[in-house]
């Protein structure tokens, strides 16, 4: 069974910075995108940052958060900088992935992370 399991969440200041982590754990063949989503409080989950072989971003978090990789040890960073209020949500980590060639890419979720960001 696939686990993804996040870290780095909490309480920052406006323009402080935070980092999340998130670990895919099982048996994997091959993981084709990882990416980060949020949910705030009454609103629907939305892209933040998508990495593959290139990354894309949400332009409300565009040269303030940056995604990165480690295909060796499956996990993905989120360097969140510059944070806002508005940034303030609970974190997800999805990953698109093979379990095997012979099976079809499937996508998991972390059980996610709450950022808050408040004076």
């Known amino acids: 069974q696939v686990q993804l ?3 780095g969440g909490g309480l920052v200041q ?5 980092r999340l982590s998130c670990a895919a ?5 091959n993981i084709y995108a990882m990416a980060w989503y949020r949910q705030a409080p009454g609103k629907q989950r ?18 303030r958060f940056t995604i990165s990789r480690d295909n060796a040890k499956n996990t993905v960073n989120l360097q969140m900088n510059s944070l806002k209020p508005e940034d303030t949500a609970v974190y997800y980590c999805n990953a698109q992935l093979q379990l095997s060639r012979l099976l079809p890419v499937s996508e998991y979720w ?10």
């Open 110 to 119: 972390g059980q996610g992370t709450q950022v808050t960001v408040s004076s």
């Open 46 to 63: 939305e892209l933040v940052a998508v990495i593959t072989g290139t990354t894309n971003y949400a332009d409300a978090v565009k040269g």
């Open 14 to 18: 406006p323009g402080g910075s935070l």
């Open 25 to 29: 754990s099982g048996s994997i063949y």
């Open 5 to 7: 399991v996040e870290s």
